[in-house]
Nanobody
Framework: EVQIVESGGGLVQPGGSLRLSCTHS????????IGWFRQAPGKEREGISC????????YYRDSVKGRFTISSDKAKNTVYLQMNSLKPEDTAVYYC????????????????????????WGKGTLVTVSS
């Protein structure tokens, strides 16, 4: 059984940085697409970034492009989300999810906020950006 655990969340001041980790166990994820979603208070969950572990293709939502960087360490079965220049509007619970099969572009489910379409899900880690 595949399990996903997110870590690295916390309280940070505006302009600060955090690195989130998404660790898989129970299977290797070399051929998965791994996505990061977030859900802010009172808002719907949205997909913000994704990486295709097969070919390295990445995706970023416009609101995080240039500030967030996704990367993968296959040896550690872990995907990272480096978040820089954080803003109060980045405050949310951040979730990691994996997709094992897709038709068309590999990160489309993340791009279209299709959380339920992913195959494995983490429970989330809270990021609070506040002074």
């Amino acid at each position: 059984e595949v399990q996903i655990v997110e870590s690295g969340g916390g309280l940070v001041q505006p302009g600060g940085s955090l690195r989130l980790s998404c660790t898989h166990s129970g299977a290797t994820f070399d051929d998965y697409a791994i996505g990061w979603f977030r859900q802010a208070p009172g808002k719907e969950r949205e997909g913000i970034s994704c990486i295709n572990n097969m070919d390295g293709t990445t995706y970023y939502r416009d609101s995080v492009k240039g500030r967030f960087t996704i990367s993968s360490d296959k040896a550690k079965n872990t995907v990272y989300l480096q978040m820089n220049s954080l803003k109060p509007e980045d405050t949310a619970v951040y979730y990691c999810a994996s997709d094992t099969h897709w038709d068309g572009p590999s990160c489309r489910k993340v791009k279209t906020n299709n959380w339920d379409g992913m195959d494995y899900w983490g429970k989330g880690t809270l990021v609070t950006v506040s002074s």
